[in-house]
């Protein structure tokens, strides 16, 4: 079975392409173990949030698109919401047991894509870190 294109791929290299340089530029990060990363199949890549741009160094690691899970609000303010979308990220509602973003996310992987979480579900303040 040929496996459809991921929708907002275009969208999701072109930001990838762009903010990318300027993290890299900023950040000179070192990303270890990319190799990891299967290149192929469903995966959830999970990780600890403590810094806004958390998802980047997961972003520049793998080729793949990675379809993150996002607050709500994101997607409910003018200003935000066209780059969500435009980057294939979910929609949650983090009041209520959101059905529909689990259901999108099982969507996710069942097409054999990869799904990034935080499952924090909000960015860890504790006391001595570094937050932004």
Not at 14 to 22: R, T
Not at 42 to 62: S, W, Y
Not at 119 to 131: A, L, S
Request: proline share 4%; charged share 25%; with cysteine.
């Amino acid at each position: 079975m040929k496996k459809s294109h991921e929708n907002n791929i275009i969208g999701y290299k072109i930001s990838k392409g762009i903010l990318g340089f300027f993290y890299r530029l900023y950040y000179n990060p070192k990303i270890v173990n990319k190799e990891v990363i299967p290149k192929e199949g469903p995966i959830i890549l999970a990780g600890n949030h403590k810094h806004l741009f958390d998802q980047n160094g997961v972003v520049l690691a793998t080729k793949r698109m990675i379809h993150y899970m996002a607050k709500i609000e994101y997607f409910q303010s003018k200003k935000t919401a066209w780059f969500f979308k435009m980057v294939g990220c979910i929609p949650v509602d983090r009041q209520a047991h959101d059905g529909k973003a689990k259901a999108k996310a099982i969507s996710i992987l069942n097409k054999g894509y990869a799904l990034g979480i935080f499952p924090e579900g909000t960015r860890n303040k504790t006391f001595g870190t570094k937050n932004e």
